[in-house]
């Protein structure tokens, strides 16, 4: 199956184009960000992959903005090793899935795997690249299904460290349509 899908920042200029491929085997994840997150607007590329159920695997980012370009390349390995740029990282060894801060499509990753039961949360470590700096941490996130339905089409989203909720609507194939106030789905 492929996919393209549109994003459209609500609360500053900006736009997200998502190109996604899911097999029986892999899912691939190429995106394209557009935002001024600071007094100039910013270019973010991203290319993600994860294995059939969802499992992050890796990613590559680059940030252009402000006359540079920087890159990340993060991999969590099989064993459950994490690196940054080929680096260890041993923080971020709780970690299951990643969030990349200008995106949200990596909402996806736990809506997908966590198989919830109505009402039911669940908390989860993930590697969080803040951007423009594409700095990496281990940070909680909680996600509980808000609906009976099958599939489900809402989920509470819930930063443990800020304590900041979003109620994210999705469609059947858990991508975000709506997250209140910060992103909306403009086409696909």
Not at 23 to 46: I, K, T
Not at 151 to 178: E, I, K, M, N, Q
């Amino acid at each position: 199956m492929r996919r393209d899908i549109v994003w459209e920042w609500l609360d500053r200029p900006g736009l997200e184009h998502l190109a996604l491929e899911v097999g029986p085997d892999a899912v691939r994840a190429s995106g394209l960000v557009v935002v001024q997150l600071g007094p100039e607007p910013l270019r973010v590329a991203y290319d993600v992959a994860l294995d059939g159920t969802w499992r992050f695997e890796r990613a590559r980012l680059i940030v252009e903005g402000r006359g540079t370009s920087t890159a990340l390349a993060i991999e969590h390995a099989a064993d459950g090793r994490w690196t940054v740029d080929g680096r260890e990282r041993p923080d971020l060894a709780d970690c299951v899935d990643i969030d990349i801060m200008a995106s949200p499509f990596t909402n996806s990753l736990p809506i997908h795997r966590l198989d919830l039961e109505p009402g039911q949360p669940r908390t989860l470590q993930v590697a969080y690249v803040r951007l423009p700096e594409l700095s990496v941490e281990a940070m909680a996130q909680a996600y509980t299904r808000l609906d009976p339905g099958d599939p489900p089409t809402a989920f509470r989203y819930l930063s443990c460290a800020s304590g900041f909720t979003a109620d994210l609507a999705v469609d059947g194939d858990g991508l975000v349509v709506d997250y209140p106030g910060i992103w909306r789905r403009r086409a696909g």
